[in-house]
């Protein structure tokens, strides 16, 4: 399985970015199956998860978790039909200026949603920058 984001750039403080998640590669099984993960890693500063979303067909069907930093800013969201993964954010700060990562994990976001362990294949990352 193969992803790469996309969408990412500038943005002045209290601006709108959406990112995007192209995923490929499925041999036998379709991106319904899998949970998808948002991640972002700042100048100086650990890996973080920000929000992810279980996969479609599974107990959760398509349940979000956010991180408390982006909750009611951030809203994940699939369109399986398109393969793609869409993070939209909105009323960025400077503090979200980070290189943000997608990556997949079997179902389900649960246990832990921001343990990388439990995730597969990574994207190459996407630059935001969120300054005046």
């Known amino acids: 399985v193969q992803l790469v984001e996309s969408g990412g750039g500038l943005v002045q403080p209290g601006g709108s970015l959406r990112l995007s998640c192209v995923v490929s590669g499925f041999t036998t099984d379709r991106l319904d199956n899998y949970a998808i993960g948002w991640f972002r890693q700042a100048p100086g500063k650990e890996r973080e998860g920000v929000s992810c979303?279980?996969?479609?067909?599974?107990?959760?069907?398509?349940?979000?978790f956010y991180a408390d930093s982006v909750k009611g800013r951030f809203t994940i969201s699939r369109d399986n039909a398109k393969n793609t993964i869409y993070l939209q954010m909105n009323s960025l700060k400077p503090e979200d200026t980070a290189v943000y990562y997608c990556?997949?994990?079997?179902?389900?976001?649960?246990?832990?949603?921001?343990?990388?362990?439990?995730?597969?294949?990574w994207g190459p990352g996407i630059q935001v920058t969120v300054s005046s």
């Open positions: 990556t997949n994990r079997w179902r389900l976001c649960q246990p832990n949603p921001w343990d990388e362990t439990f995730f597969g294949s």
């Open positions: 979303i279980s996969a479609t067909d599974s107990s959760a069907a398509g349940s979000t």
